[in-house]
């Protein structure tokens, strides 16, 4: 082991230990990152948290940097050098130390705060960081992510974009955002126009036809769909049962796939 990164690390652990108590440990929630997004009022991106049983639902607004290295991290994108996060992660694990969890521990004056849990040499320690950083590293790291009960209960209300009818929703199974110039930029988009997939349902008719997380959609039945509600239009016009053909960018190229449209019941 290099005596200069061990020196790095320590630095970074020279926290006191942490001493979890039960009921602290009752409290909190593991959470899954939802989906990044941008605040239609303030422009800033936002990353949600989201809980797997109670759906409680924690949007974080944070910078453009941060938004972007948790979206390469959700898609799956890899950078040819490490970036910031990357660096934190090689340190740790260079100097064999295990990140346990990230917590986001508390909501105070507009401002939400998370530590992250370091196992190093038989030890735990706390480490104060801020949330955005937190769930990045804890994606690259694949370290799960977990909200405190006060957090819950203050969390601050989702930003309100036109957001897509409950029936896109209930037949497609995705959930859908109007691709602003703001969002192309988190994502680093090529394109500016379509609808961005913001998430997708396991099982779902959009699952199994192979539409993914980060997917632009550019066209429904031959239809141009420049916002949510054009896709809705397409969708309320067309016959049931049928097939919904759609047409996505992906990375750079377009393809068409078709989605089932059940009866209506």
């Given at each position: 082991?290099?005596?200069?990164?061990?020196?790095?690390?320590?630095?970074?652990?020279?926290?006191?230990?942490?001493?979890?108590?039960?009921?602290?440990?009752?409290?909190?929630?593991?959470?899954?990152?939802k989906?990044?997004?941008?605040?239609?009022?303030?422009?800033?991106?936002?990353v949600?948290?989201?809980?797997?049983?109670?759906?409680?639902?924690?949007?974080?607004?944070?910078?453009?940097?941060?938004?972007?290295?948790?979206?390469?991290?959700?898609?799956?994108?890899?950078?040819?050098?490490?970036?910031?996060?990357?660096?934190?992660?090689?340190?740790?694990?260079?100097?064999?130390a295990?990140?346990?969890?990230?917590?986001?521990?508390?909501?105070?004056?507009?401002?939400?705060?998370?530590?992250?849990t370091?196992?190093?040499?038989?030890?735990?320690?706390?480490?104060?960081?801020?949330?955005?950083?937190?769930?990045?590293?804890?994606?690259?790291?694949?370290?799960?992510?977990?909200?405190?009960?006060q957090v819950?209960?203050?969390?601050?209300?989702?930003?309100?974009?036109?957001?897509?009818?409950?029936?896109?929703?209930?037949?497609?199974?995705?959930?859908?955002?109007?691709?602003?110039?703001?969002?192309?930029g988190?994502?680093?988009?090529?394109?500016?126009?379509?609808?961005?997939?913001?998430?997708?349902?396991?099982?779902?008719?959009?699952?199994?036809?192979?539409?993914?997380?980060?997917?632009?959609?550019?066209?429904?039945?031959?239809?141009?769909?420049?916002?949510?509600?054009?896709?809705?239009?397409?969708?309320?016009?067309?016959?049931?049962?049928?097939?919904?053909?759609?047409?996505?960018?992906?990375?750079?190229?377009?393809?068409?796939?078709?989605?089932?449209?059940?009866?209506?019941?």
């Amino acid at each position: 082991m290099h005596k200069g990164l061990f020196a790095i690390a320590s630095l970074m652990l020279s926290s006191l230990p942490l001493d979890l108590g039960a009921s602290q440990e009752n409290a909190q929630v593991e959470m899954r990152v939802k989906q990044v997004t941008v605040d239609p009022y303030s422009k800033s991106p936002v990353v949600i948290l989201e809980g797997p049983q109670n759906k409680d639902l924690i949007p974080i607004w944070i910078g453009v940097s941060e938004a972007r290295s948790i979206a390469m991290e959700l898609e799956h994108v890899a950078t040819p050098r490490p970036l910031t996060h990357d660096l934190i992660r090689n340190i740790l694990q260079g100097v064999g130390a295990t990140l346990y969890r990230v917590t986001i521990t508390d909501l105070r004056n507009n401002t939400y705060f998370a530590t992250l849990t370091v196992k190093l040499k038989g030890q735990d320690f706390q480490i104060d960081s801020r949330p955005s950083d937190a769930i990045a590293v804890a994606l690259k790291m694949k370290a799960p992510i977990y909200a405190s009960g006060q957090v819950l209960a203050k969390a601050k209300q989702l930003p309100s974009p036109e957001m897509p009818r409950d029936d896109i929703k209930k037949i497609l199974g995705i959930h859908l955002q109007n691709l602003t110039a703001e969002l192309a930029g988190v994502f680093e988009l090529q394109t500016k126009r379509g609808v961005l997939v913001a998430d997708v349902e396991l099982g779902s008719p959009a699952s199994q036809a192979g539409i993914q997380r980060g997917d632009i959609i550019l066209r429904a039945n031959d239809r141009p769909i420049h916002k949510v509600g054009d896709l809705d239009t397409v969708i309320q016009a067309a016959k049931k049962p049928s097939q919904l053909k759609v047409q996505v960018w992906r990375k750079g190229r377009t393809f068409t796939v078709a989605l089932d449209l059940p009866a209506e019941s």
